[in-house]
């Protein structure tokens, strides 16, 4: 673990930069960055159709403990997301309701861990969006010294307290926060490319046409046949 401490004053990014960057969802995002960012599949939401966006608070704690998310919570403000860890794998049930009602009269309306939560049912109906890696009854102690906005290891993806948080139902994917700007536009950029597809496959356009695909199954020896042929090994 690292020196135990809590980051006070960390640099945000802009809340209408946030805001565009939740419309595009995580897929859009995801793609506009090169194909990184992602944490990986198994953060899951425990809700259907919630699209959210927030700078990210971090906290580092020890599995089983959540004493640094009750830390955490005098740290962040309207719009964050409360990202969580553990130095080693956990999935208690860090957080639950309770967390979630603090948060919430700060503002704050989602959570992404690296652990447990439970509280589900509850969590759902007062809107409190949760991506996590496991859901669990187990309870927690209150004990061990971590941190709150350092850097962490967030599945496959470092957060900086900062970085800017999207998820909705395909997941969650981390834009570093230095890199907001390029990514709003090249997800603008994405957008508008899909549209005009869509567009195109409206009007009755193939793909193999439209991403001129069909050159490429000629290269890789695909070959149209009829099925009569077919069955009889032509």
């Known amino acids: 673990m690292k020196d ?5 004053d960390i640099a945000r990014t802009p809340a209408e930069a946030v805001e565009t960057l939740s419309k595009y969802g995580t897929a859009t995002v995801h793609e506009a960055m090169g194909r990184i960012g992602l944490p990986g599949p198994q953060f899951r939401p425990i809700q259907d159709g919630a699209r959210i966006a927030g700078n990210a608070v971090t906290v580092l704690s020890w599995p089983g403990d959540n004493l640094m998310i009750h830390a955490a919570i005098e740290q962040v403000q309207p719009g964050d997301v409360l990202v969580v860890t553990t130095n080693s794998p956990s999935s208690d049930g860090m957080f639950g309701e309770l967390f979630a009602t603090a948060l919430q009269a700060r503002g704050v309306h989602a959570l992404v861990t690296e652990a ?9 109906d007062m809107g409190f969006a949760v991506w996590s890696t496991a859901v ?7 004990a061990t010294a971590g941190a709150v906005n350092i850097p962490i290891t967030l599945g496959n993806v470092t957060v900086h307290p900062g970085d800017v948080v999207v998820a909705d139902d395909d997941g969650v994917v981390v834009v570093p926060r230095a890199d907001v700007d390029a990514v709003l536009e090249a997800s603008a950029a994405r957008l508008d490319k899909e549209e005009k597809s869509r567009e195109a496959f409206r009007a009755g ?6 991403y001129d695909l069909r050159p490429l199954l000629d290269s890789l020896g695909v070959r149209y046949v009829k099925q009569s042929d077919y069955l009889e090994g032509r």
């Open 205 to 210: 356009q193939l793909g193999l046409d439209r």
């Open 136 to 142: 669990s009854a187990q309870g927690t102690v209150k």
């Open 116 to 124: 447990g939560v439970r509280d589900v049912a509850d969590l759902r």
């Open 4 to 8: 135990p401490v809590i980051v006070t």
